[in-house]
C-alpha cells in the first residue's frame, strides 16, 4: 500500500519541531521522502528523523503495518542546505518505545534543492549478536562472552559478577540474604560480612581479617587464637576474664595436688580457700591441662 502527500497538503504527516504541522507551504524546497516498511518487521509505528546544523526534527508518526511503503514531505523551513535523514521504527502506535532488536534505515545524506528531491528510506531490522549463543544479546545480555550470565539465571552470590543481568551483583541481590558470600562470610543487609572470625582468612573480601574487621565486633574469635570463650574486643581477640582467673586457680591448684608446693602449705590452704568458687566442672578442668 502506498500512501502519498500533496506538497500544498502537508495533512498529518509533515515535519516541525515537535511534530507539529506548520501551514501549508507554496515554497518549492522539500524532500518527498518514501519509507518502506517490508511485511517481516515488527515496528508498528515509524517516524523520519532530519539533523542538520545541530538541529535535529522528527515527522509526525507514522502508522505502519504489514509491506506499507509510508508517504511523508519534509519542508525546510529552518534546516540548512545539507542534511541527514534516517527513519526509524518503534513497538508502540505512539512512536515512544523503539523496536528491539532496533529497526532503521541507512542515514542518507540529502540537500535541499529545486526540484524537489524524492528520498527513498528502507527500514531494515539491526543484525542481532548473541556471540555465547545462549539467546539473548547485548544490551539484554550483560556478559556476551559468558553463556552462564543472563536474564533469568539464578544469581550467585560469591563471584563478584552480574549473572541475571539486572545490575545487582552478590550480596545486593536481595535474595541473596543469609547466604554464603565467600569463605567465613554471608551476606547480610545486602553487603558481605565477616562471620567466622578467627580462622584467619577475609571472607568479605574488604581487606581486614578476623577482630579487624567491624563486622567481628563482640563475636567469638574462637579456641585457636585466645582459648575457649574467646571474643572480638575492638580489634583484639580476648578470653573472657572469668575463664581467665578460673584458668589461673586451677594452675595453682594442680601445682598443689603435684606436691611441688608442699612446703609452702600454708600459702596453699589460703589459695584453696580462694580457690573454690572459681572449680569447673572435671570436663573443663581437665581441657585446661
Request: aromatic fraction near 4%.
Amino acid at each position: 500500500m502506498t500512501r502519498s502527500a500533496s506538497p500544498r497538503s502537508l495533512l498529518a504527516l509533515c515535519l516541525g519541531v515537535f511534530s507539529a504541522c506548520p501551514p501549508a507551504k507554496t515554497e518549492t524546497t522539500w524532500f518527498d521522502v518514501t519509507v518502506k516498511h517490508p511485511a517481516s518487521l515488527a515496528s508498528v509505528c515509524v517516524k523520519v528523523t532530519v539533523t542538520g546544523g545541530g538541529i535535529i526534527q522528527e515527522s509526525a508518526p507514522l502508522p505502519a503495518s504489514g509491506a506499507d511503503d509510508l508517504n511523508v514531505l519534509i519542508y525546510q523551513e529552518n534546516l540548512p542546505v545539507s542534511v541527514t535523514l534516517k527513519a526509524i521504527g518503534y513497538s508502540d502506535a505512539e512512536c515512544t518505545t523503539p523496536s528491539f532488536p532496533s529497526e532503521e534505515s541507512a542515514i542518507e545524506r540529502a540537500g535541499f534543492a529545486t526540484p524537489p528531491a524524492k528520498i527513498t528510506l528502507l527500514l531494515v531490522r539491526a543484525q542481532t549478536i548473541d556471540t555465547d549463543g545462549d539467546g539473548f544479546s547485548p544490551p539484554v545480555d550483560c556478559n556476551d562472552s559468558n553463556p552462564g550470565v543472563k536474564p533469568g539465571v539464578p544469581e550467585r552470590c560469591d563471584d563478584q559478577i552480574d549473572n541475571d543481568c539486572n545490575a545487582s551483583i552478590d550480596c545486593a541481590e536481595t535474595s541473596c540474604d543469609l547466604d554464603a558470600c565467600g569463605t567465613g562470610a554471608v551476606c547480610m543487609n545486602t553487603k558481605c560480612a565477616e562471620s567466622a572470625c578467627g580462622d584467619r582468612i577475609d571472607g568479605d573480601r574488604d581487606g581486614t581479617t578476623d577482630c579487624a574487621d567491624t563486622d567481628c565486633a563482640d563475636k567469638a574469635c574462637g579456641a585457636g587464637v585466645a582459648g575457649a570463650g574467646a571474643q572480638c574486643v575492638g580489634t583484639t581477640c580476648r578470653e573472657q576474664r572469668h575463664r581467665r582467673r578460673a584458668r589461673w586457680a586451677g594452675r595453682l591448684w594442680r601445682r598443689r595436688l603435684s606436691g611441688r608446693d608442699v612446703r609452702h602449705g600454708r600459702h596453699l590452704r589460703g589459695l584453696a580457700r580462694w580457690r573454690r568458687p572459681f572449680e569447673l566442672p572435671r570436663a573443663e578442668r581437665d581441657a585446661l591441662r
